[in-house]
Every structure is written in structure tokens, then in C-alpha cells.
């Protein structure tokens, strides 16, 4: 009896070892996809050598790999999407036969979802909290440019409406992500604690149902919320440049750079100085027709609009304003897209894209305060890695927002644009979900795949 029972100790030892090390292996292959990923988009000639490459999809598997004790084994993982048009995902499955042993082999797939490591990755990112103050606030999101290559640019409807609404704080303290009664359509995150705690009666983390569906009662799915979230807040400076035209401050109606050519730099961009855009109660408005990048040099107050006074950025517009000083937009505030179809006032479906209109908080110290209020759409970007952000009214919020400190209030809804993932070009892919596939079914929807 002892020698049987230290046999099964021994046995059960041996496979929790070689368990651990079919993890190990099925990782590694996840390892050599994205080093094969990030390759080619750092180089787009990269030929992904030794895997084979059908369509969008790539595969390669590894054999005769000796372990210790006889022990031998294999691992092969599929990549699909493997150019990254669309978010690549690496499927690696790793089996481990004993050696001298009748026993079952060890398998261990994982799947791993990629995403682009750009600051704006995510909806709503804050260093310190994200906090929902509102009864009917939502989060959810889509895709602006569906094909990644800006051939075919699509405005936000609840027909292309995703779940992927990300809110995260990279803060350790209780408050780091207050849902409250929110409904956020994707996934919330911290660095440290359980925002479930934070969740209302009435508010929900959930993804869109799954097939037949519908959910079964209840207000968080687990599989939605992390507490391992992580993000860096580097410092953005304005861009450098000799100003050909000072504005000082706007604060009548101004056409940019129509009133002032020859500003227009070899990428393309106009580049102006300006004190600060104060076009509060005056009605009037900054006229954006091309592309534009503002520098305000203003440390206090440099940027703010109320009443029918604000800027509007047409279809063939843009407008990057770098600034240190505080930001209140209210009224109509920042008109980015083009009236069309008739109505008064834009329409969520007449919105430009949201990286058309970007704010960019260069304080370094300090806090930086930014204030979005009324009942107006908004489609743009913010970083601001020292602002306190607030969002108050009940129009629609289209973009991403990252800074020290988020709020919402009122029943404003944010629509987190995807293809900010990929903002500023050339960024290397991460793991965005990590998966272990422990059932049949969840391992059966790849076997076909990898099975070679």
C-alpha cells in the first residue's frame, strides 16, 4: 500500500512538472508569433521564414522536442490575420508525450488576442480613477476606418455598435474605476482592485450576448473585468517649429490657414503660435478647412468656448492643439463633421473622425483642468497625462480620452473608436486577452486548424 501510494505521489508529481512545462512550450510559440508580427511591422518585406502562409493566415509547428526522463514533445500555433490589418490572433497548442509511461499525453492550448500598443488603445485611461456619475451613461464602441487604411470612413451606429468599450485606471486605490449605474459595453480594468464592488443596481459590465443568448441575469460578466491593467502616461511636448504667423489670441471668426498661406510645412501640416482661443459668448467661429496644428502658449486659461461661439472642422479639416493651459468647452464647443443631411445641428452620423480633432495637455506638473459640458456631440482625442478630465451633459462622446482623472456625468454616451489602436503608425502589437482553452468545445473551434 505505501509503495502504490508513493508510486501515485510520484506520478501525479511527474505530471504537474511536465504540465508547467506544456505551458512553457505552448507560450513560447505564442512568443515566436509575435516576434513574427512586430517584424513585419517594423519591416513591411518581412517574409515570416520558416511558417507557412496561406491567405491571412499563418502556421508553424515545432517537433521532437527532448525533455528530461524520455519525456519528449511538439507544440504548432496558427496566426490569423498575421498582417495585422485587423487584430491578429495567436492560437498554440503544445503536447507533451512522457517518456516510459502509459499515460495520457499533456496538452495546453491558448489562444491570445493582439492589439496595438498605442496611447489610445483603450476608451477612457486614467492614472488615478474613472469615475460615472450619471443614471444612463454608456460605453461601447466601433470601427471609423472598418478597412485600416482609411478607404472607407464609418460614422457610429447601433448597426455597427461593438462591445469593446475598454475603461481602465492603472491606480492601486479603492476608487480607481466607479461604475456606479453606468452601462459600459466592454471591459473595465485596474491596476490593483475589483471594480465589480463599484457597480450600481442599475449598471452593468457586459459584452453583447453570445449566440442564441440572451445573458443570463446578471449585471457583470467576469470574464470583462481585470485587475491587472497597466499603461504609461509619458509626457507629450508641443511639436517644434519656427511660427511663420503669431495669432495671438483668437477670439473673432478666423478661416485657418485660409486667411494665412504659406505656413504649410513639407508634411503637409500648417503650424501656428497663438496667446489662446477664447471664443466664449462672443458667437464667433474658428473656421478649420485644411490640416492644422495650433500651439498655444497661454499657461492659465488657453482654451475655451461657450454659447453659439466654437470651432468647426469641415471634411477636409484637422486641428492638433498642443497647450499646458486649462480647457472649458461648452456651448457649441468643437463641430467636427459637416451638416448633410439637413437637420439642425450635426447628427452622430455626420460626425468626422474623432483623430480629426485631437488635445493634447503638455502640463508636466500640476493638474490641468478640462472641462467638456452641454448637450453637443464630440468626436475627438485627448491626452493629457496631468488633466482632470470632466464630461458632463447629454450628447455623445465619440473617440478616447486618457489623462490623471476621468469623469462623467449626466447621461453622456461614449463611443470608443477602434481604430485609434493603431494612431501614430508602426506600433509594435501586444497581448490584449490571454486565454487557456480547457474545454472540448473551446479547443474543437481550432482543432481543424491545428491539426498538421
Do not use: C
Amino acid at each position: 500500500s505505501y509503495i502504490h501510494l508513493a508510486r501515485t505521489a510520484l506520478t501525479l508529481s511527474n505530471r504537474a512538472v511536465y504540465n508547467n512545462a506544456s505551458v512553457n512550450l505552448a507560450e513560447q510559440g505564442i512568443e515566436e508569433a509575435m516576434y513574427n508580427v512586430n517584424q513585419l511591422v517594423a519591416n513591411s518585406g518581412y517574409t515570416w521564414p520558416g511558417w507557412t502562409i496561406s491567405g491571412a493566415n499563418a502556421k508553424r509547428k515545432w517537433t521532437g522536442v527532448a525533455l528530461s526522463q524520455n519525456a519528449t514533445a511538439e507544440y504548432r500555433v496558427f496566426v490569423y490575420n498575421y498582417q495585422g490589418i485587423s487584430a491578429p490572433k495567436a492560437v498554440a497548442r503544445a503536447i507533451v508525450t512522457l517518456g516510459g509511461s502509459s499515460g495520457a499525453p499533456i496538452e495546453k492550448w491558448i489562444e491570445v488576442t493582439l492589439s496595438k500598443t498605442s496611447k489610445f488603445a483603450n476608451g477612457l485611461v486614467a492614472k488615478d480613477s474613472v469615475l460615472f456619475k450619471g443614471n444612463n451613461a454608456t460605453v461601447d464602441s466601433w470601427n471609423s476606418d472598418p478597412n485600416g487604411n482609411g478607404s472607407v470612413i464609418q460614422p457610429f451606429s447601433s448597426a455597427v455598435r461593438n462591445d469593446n468599450g475598454s475603461v481602465g485606471s492603472i491606480s492601486v486605490a479603492t476608487d480607481a474605476a466607479v461604475v456606479q449605474n453606468a452601462d459600459i459595453w466592454g471591459y473595465v480594468s485596474t491596476a490593483n482592485v475589483d471594480p465589480t464592488q463599484f457597480v450600481g443596481t442599475n449598471g452593468e459590465i457586459l459584452g453583447d450576448p453570445p449566440s442564441p443568448g440572451p445573458w443570463v441575469k446578471s449585471n457583470v460578466d467576469p470574464g470583462r473585468v481585470s485587475t491587472t491593467f497597466s499603461a504609461t502616461f509619458e509626457p507629450v511636448s508641443a511639436p517644434s517649429f519656427t511660427s511663420i504667423t503669431n495669432l495671438g489670441t483668437i477670439n473673432s471668426a478666423l478661416s485657418l490657414p485660409a486667411d494665412y498661406p504659406g505656413a504649410r510645412a513639407a508634411d503637409g501640416y500648417y503650424y501656428y503660435d497663438a496667446d489662446s482661443i477664447n471664443l466664449s459668448g462672443s458667437g464667433a467661429t474658428l473656421s478649420i478647412t485644411d490640416k492644422v496644428v495650433l500651439r498655444l502658449t497661454n499657461t492659465s486659461s488657453s482654451f475655451s468656448t461657450s454659447g453659439h461661439g466654437g470651432v468647426s472642422i469641415d471634411s477636409a479639416g484637422s486641428l492638433s492643439v498642443y497647450t499646458a493651459g486649462n480647457v472649458s468647452l461648452a456651448g457649441n464647443g468643437i463641430s467636427n463633421g459637416v451638416e448633410s443631411n439637413g437637420t439642425s445641428g450635426l447628427q452622430v452620423d455626420e460626425l468626422g473622425q474623432p483623430i480629426k480633432f485631437q488635445l493634447w495637455g503638455t502640463k508636466t506638473s500640476g493638474t490641468q483642468s478640462i472641462n467638456i459640458a452641454g448637450n453637443g456631440l464630440f468626436s475627438g482625442i485627448i491626452y493629457a497625462p496631468q488633466g482632470d478630465v470632466s464630461i458632463s451633459g447629454n450628447g455623445a462622446v465619440n473617440g478616447s480620452v486618457v489623462a490623471n482623472d476621468i469623469t462623467l456625468s449626466g447621461n453622456a454616451q461614449f463611443h470608443y473608436d477602434e481604430s485609434l489602436a493603431n494612431f501614430g503608425g508602426g506600433n509594435p502589437f501586444r497581448i490584449g486577452k490571454w486565454k487557456e482553452l480547457t474545454t472540448a468545445s473551446d479547443r474543437n473551434a481550432y482543432m481543424s486548424d491545428l491539426t498538421f
